[in-house]
């Protein structure tokens, strides 16, 4: 088994005995994270190809991607971002396999370092298909963190289409999934959401 044979939400909450709350906005308040003129100019003209296009490796590339990288830069390379990596935490509980994104509050750019902070998957439709493997692969993270003594709460993830991204919080065995899609748009937003939540202020 790895993170994608869960392939929805109860699967995950059952399997690790989660309890979960549905009603709850996790970001009611943010303060806006203004984009670089790089991203911007990114978005103006990919937006439409990678909407024409469609693909998750599309949306990935030409949307997700620059997102992410922007967070990074923002917070001055305090943080690490990885892409399309191996995660094998457990595989004999279905703890193993590819991550889209994994964010780090480790600086090293080059391997996983505790404490992991956020996953991303990536989806190029119904966000809730992307839910059950996105809380196992934080489930994933919150064990890698403890055993590197490194332990962190609440662990972030997000499933997005690039357009419309979803939030979920894992605090202990209590997973809340945001009550909204947050857009791509206004940009300043989602940039405020996701470096709120890389500087640990949630």
Same mark, same amino acid.
């Given at each position: ?10 699967? &995950?909450?059952? =399997?690790? +005995? *989660?309890?979960?709350?549905? $009603?709850?906005? !996790?970001?009611? %308040?943010?303060? #806006? ?55 094998? &935490?457990?595989? =004999?509980? +279905? *703890?193993?396999?590819?991550? $889209?994104?994994? !964010?780090?509050? %480790?600086?090293? #750019? ?58 979920? =919080? ?15 748009? #206004? ?16």
């Amino acid at each position: 088994m790895s993170y994608s044979k869960f392939t929805t939400l109860t699967e &995950v909450l059952d =399997k690790f +005995g *989660l309890s979960v709350v549905y $009603d709850q906005e !996790l970001f009611p %308040s943010v303060t #806006p994270a203004p984009p670089g003129e790089l991203l911007v100019a990114t978005l103006d003209e990919y937006l439409p190809l990678a909407l024409a296009i469609g693909t998750e490796k599309a949306r990935s590339e030409l949307l997700i991607m620059p997102v992410l990288a922007e967070v990074r830069r923002q917070l001055h390379a305090q943080i690490s971002l990885f892409s399309g990596v191996d995660f094998n &935490v457990d595989p =004999k509980q +279905g *703890l193993n396999g590819y991550c $889209d994104y994994l !964010l780090s509050r %480790s600086r090293d #750019p080059f391997t996983i370092q505790a404490p992991v902070f956020a996953l991303v998957e990536a989806k190029n439709e119904k966000l809730v298909t992307g839910l059950g493997q996105c809380v196992a692969e934080m489930i994933a993270a919150q064990l890698f963190n403890q055993r590197a003594n490194k332990p962190l709460s609440p662990i972030y993830g997000a499933v997005t289409t690039g357009e419309l991204w979803r939030f979920v =919080k894992l605090e202990g065995t209590e997973l809340t999934v945001d009550r909204d899609n947050e857009n791509l748009n #206004p940009l300043e937003r989602l940039l405020g959401i996701l470096t709120t939540i890389a500087q640990g202020a949630t």
